[in-house]
């Protein structure tokens, strides 16, 4: 954690994998072969070797049991089983938020750290992000990453903020 600065919040997926498999009773090769991996897939992700896929992600929390969100970022929404792939929806969530918030792929690219060409090929279907670049994105156009990377829960961010101690108190209405 960079001082001053929260965390991302994917950076406990490996933690959080690991715990899911355990509770599910089921090896990594297992899980790897379950959802069409390289056998020792799961066990890289486990050790945090790389950053996975929101599609991957997808594939693991389905065998595991367990909400998408939860799994990439730990965030616990209700999810019902669907027929089909959330993170499909992902391209269109992308360029629908982004004209609603009046931003060119060019300005998305530079406030998400990412790039217009990135955000581009997001939006054709061209590639399919890991779960750092959609929370990147997210941030960027201040909308709920677990909406945006698997369509689960409200868009807008929560507006439930905590009151610092030392502020004063909001003046009474006048009667």
């Known amino acids: ?3 001053g600065r929260r965390n991302p919040l994917f950076t406990d997926f490996a933690l959080r994998l690991s715990r899911a498999r355990e509770a599910a009773d089921v090896s990594g090769v297992g899980l790897s072969l ?3 991996m390289h056998r020792a897939a799961a066990s890289d992700l486990e050790r945090g ?3 996975p896929r929101v599609d991957t992600v997808e594939k693991l929390s389905n065998a595991l049991g367990v909400s998408p969100c939860y799994l990439a970022y730990g965030i616990v929404l209700p999810c019902t089983d669907s027929t089909g792939m959330r993170f499909v929806g992902l391209p269109l969530r992308l360029s629908e938020m982004r004209a609603a918030r009046g931003l060119s792929r060019l300005e998305l690219g530079r406030l998400s750290g990412t790039s217009h060409t990135f955000v581009r090929m997001t939006e054709s ?3 399919i992000p890991n779960i750092a670049k959609v929370e990147q ?3 960027a156009l201040q909308v ?3 909406w945006l990377a698997f369509g ?3 868009s807008e961010l929560p507006t439930h903020r ?3 101690s030392d502020e004063p108190p909001a003046p009474e209405p006048e009667r």
């Open 1 to 3: 954690m960079v001082r």
């Open 34 to 36: 379950s959802v069409g």
């Open 49 to 51: 070797g790389r950053v």
């Open 125 to 127: 279907g061209t590639t």
């Open 137 to 139: 994105l997210a941030k």
């Open 144 to 146: 709920s990453v677990c």
């Open 152 to 154: 689960l829960g409200d």
């Open 162 to 164: 905590r009151r610092r």
